[in-house]
């Protein structure tokens, strides 16, 4: 049983577990729920039963099955629920189209969200965020960033800088628990940062006691993600990256050094 502990008004975000290794983000107070990326509806549906939530919306990051998989089974069960996502025609069931710079609010559970445009993996990627968090799908993985499926690095690298531009205390909520694999990569590449191997320890350790690692922040991305250093000498220099190019082309260039030895790794 996934029980949680209910609050009046404030709400929670809780890791609804799904295939081997995603989390279904669930936003909730004591009554209402919104779910982020539902790949598969039973453990959504699940979770909302047992904890006697009414599903409000439903958010879409992006077409790739694994989370949108559940949108129709939900629609069916809970059919005046909202369902955000970007103008893709591949995925199926949703109510709503949003783009960069839209913004949406729920009263039950209180929160505004806004749309940021992040393509690079899928090319209709986007995340949403607000002052506090943000729910960015595939693109920005703790310690890593998703596989570069329909992009290019000029269109990737720049969707990664502009999570990396967010407040540092904003809390990061991927959809895949792949922190302690991406560190494996990170640690190779960047083998003398400090606060990347206390993280890598930490992480460890919760992993050993299969606890989520999740939400990371952009503050710990920025200090410990090599695809959010791009743009740092040292790492351009470890890609073996040089010559009289402009500072972002240079980034970009490191950013597409990275992602192939890390599909390589
Ligand atoms: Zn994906």
């Known amino acids: 049983m996934n029980q949680i502990t209910k609050e009046p008004s404030a709400f929670s975000i809780y890791p609804i577990p799904a295939f081997d290794d995603n989390y279904i983000w669930c936003i909730h107070n004591s009554t209402h729920a919104i779910v982020v990326d539902p790949g598969d509806a039973k453990p959504v549906i699940d979770f909302l039963q047992q904890n006697t939530l009414q599903l409000q919306a439903v958010l879409i990051t992006h077409h790739h099955f694994d989370h949108v998989g559940g949108i129709t089974e939900l629609l069916g069960k809970y059919p005046n629920i909202h369902v955000y996502g ?6 199926k069931g949703l109510t709503h189209y949003v783009k960069e710079h839209d913004k949406i609010s729920f009263n039950s559970p209180e929160i505004s969200l806004s749309v940021l445009e992040t393509p690079g993996h899928t ?109 740092i000498p040292y790492m351009q220099n470890a890609m073996q990256i040089a010559g009289a190019q402009s500072n972002n082309e240079l980034a970009i260039a490191t950013f597409a050094s990275l992602r192939k030895l890390k599909d390589e790794f």
């Open 123 to 231: 090319l209709d990627h986007i995340s949403y965020f607000n002052e506090a968090l943000v729910f960015c799908g595939d693109t920005l993985f703790s310690g890593g960033c998703g596989r570069m499926f329909e992009g290019t690095p000029d269109i990737f690298y720049p969707s990664l800088k502009k999570l990396g531009q967010l407040p540092e205390h904003t809390k990061v909520y991927c959809t895949h628990e792949y922190t302690q694999a991406n560190l494996a990569f990170a640690s190779h590449v960047d083998p003398n940062n400090k606060t990347l191997k206390e993280y890598a320890n930490w992480v460890t350790n919760k992993r050993a006691n299969k606890e989520t690692t999740l939400p990371s922040t952009i503050s710990k991305e920025n200090e410990i993600n090599p695809f959010l250093r791009c743009h």
């Open 86 to 91: 970007p103008n893709n025609p591949r995925i």
